[in-house]
């Protein structure tokens, strides 16, 4: 009797159930700790600013005869807008993003000399403001990210070369200036001063030498102490001594009025909706000094879980930035960290009094609707950004296991079957 082996079994009827099987797979990879970090961050953020501006704004808004929730409905709008558009963001591929980077940063810059057009409005001294269509928006909101992304993309073309001065300043120093003088042009310095961290940060994790990096550094201060030198005005609030009350009715009415927010609400606060000093005593209360209302009505415990979810948000990105193998993705995530991050110390340290009077809002939760648009966007990039860690970790995990990796026990050279007799 002969024994026919059974024919072997065709590879391309199971390939394609392979492949739809892998793609599926890959829909449902479990996000990485990074992307929940900053995501989760971000929405209780939002959320927390918006119950926070609805209490800010309520009372100047009865006083004024119009509806209560208006600064809150404004204030959703654009959070309705913004966190679908993170999460669409968050999809996009890394190569797509790259290409945006000098569309976005012609676009931003163009936009930003809407100001100084008809469009253009005043507010306070400053001239950083369009109005269109009935909305008012801060274009300066938008080049932060776009330069974060162009600096990231023109460095990682340039990840080579940077040990010399001029590969590194030319032309991302020129073209940076060029940047900020457009928002400098409209006298907006709390601006002007975040793209400059901005712009820092990113120099800072592309890995330049240090000695390259302090010359930023040394120009950055140079001009920031310049602006301030060179206007009466600025020179006067800095300098302004608002430990006592010899200036309560001058430069330090705000501070003051902040810190006694802060003070009147010790720990537990004086209960949500209960301020004394958003009934038009806190000038800018639903605005850059919205944390000093969170002190009053939350106390303690509301501003450090406002600290923690800044911290928490810190991390997420500062662990992307240190598993990416991407140099892209490790500069533009550093200038666009260094910039929420670094603006929320910037609004806070005002409103405790360590910083002078400069105009930045609170990230996610002051009252400004471009404000909270752009930064969406941001933690959109980041997010997109966070899918790539899992690949990277991944990839990187095969490499070390590849130089030892051993032959797996039992399995040797294929023996073909073929016919058997007996």
Not at 139 to 153: N, T, V
Not at 266 to 291: C, H, M, R, T
């Amino acid at each position: 009797m002969t024994q026919v082996a059974r024919p072997p079994r065709s590879e391309s009827g199971s390939s394609g159930g392979l492949a739809a099987r892998v793609s599926l797979g890959r829909r449902f990879t479990p996000l990485s700790t990074e992307f929940l970090m900053i995501a989760s961050a971000a929405l209780l953020l939002t959320i927390f600013g918006l119950v926070m501006v609805l209490s800010a704004t309520s009372a100047t808004a009865v006083s004024r005869g119009e509806n209560p929730m208006d600064g809150a409905l404004r204030q959703g709008v654009f959070a309705v807008l913004g966190v679908p558009l993170m999460f669409l963001i968050s999809r996009m591929p890394v190569r797509f993003l790259k290409r945006m980077a000098w569309p976005a940063l012609f676009g931003a810059i163009a936009l930003q000399l809407l100001v100084f057009t008809p469009l253009g409005i005043e507010d306070g001294g400053n001239r950083n403001w369009i109005k269109i269509a009935g909305f008012t928006l801060q274009p300066s909101e938008f080049l932060k990210l776009a330069l974060a992304l162009w600096i990231g993309y023109v460095l990682m073309r340039k990840q080579t070369m940077l040990g010399t001065w001029h590969q590194v300043f030319i032309p991302v120093v020129p073209v940076g200036a060029l940047a900020i003088g457009t928002v400098l042009a409209g006298k907006d310095l709390g601006t002007a001063m975040v793209l400059v961290l901005v712009l820092l940060g990113c120099l800072f994790f592309s890995g330049v030498k240090l000695r390259l990096f302090i010359l930023p550094v040394l120009l950055g201060i140079a001009s920031v102490i310049a602006l301030a030198v060179t206007s009466p005005d600025r020179m006067r609030r800095i300098t302004a001594t608002c430990s006592d009350m010899s200036a309560y009715t001058g430069d330090c009415y705000q501070s003051i009025h902040g810190i006694w927010g802060m003070a009147s609400g010790g720990v537990f606060g004086v209960g949500l909706g209960n301020s004394q000093e958003k009934y038009g005593w806190l000038p800018a209360a639903g605005n850059d000094f919205i944390f000093a209302i969170v002190g009053e009505e939350l106390g303690l415990i509301g501003c450090v879980v406002v600290l923690a979810l800044f911290t928490l948000f810190t991390v997420g990105a500062f662990h992307i930035i240190r598993k990416t193998s991407d140099p892209f993705i490790r500069i533009a995530a550093g200038g666009v960290t260094v910039w929420i991050t670094g603006q929320a110390v910037l609004n806070i340290g005002v409103v405790i009094g360590v910083f002078p009077v400069m105009g930045v809002p609170l990230p996610f939760m002051s009252q400004g609707g471009t404000a909270l648009l752009a930064v969406l966007i941001a933690c959109g990039v980041l997010l997109a950004f966070a899918r790539t860690v899992p690949a990277a970790e991944a990839r990187a995990a095969e490499r070390t296991a590849s130089p030892g990796r051993a032959p797996s026990p039992g399995r040797g050279p294929s023996v073909r079957r073929g016919r058997v007799s007996r």
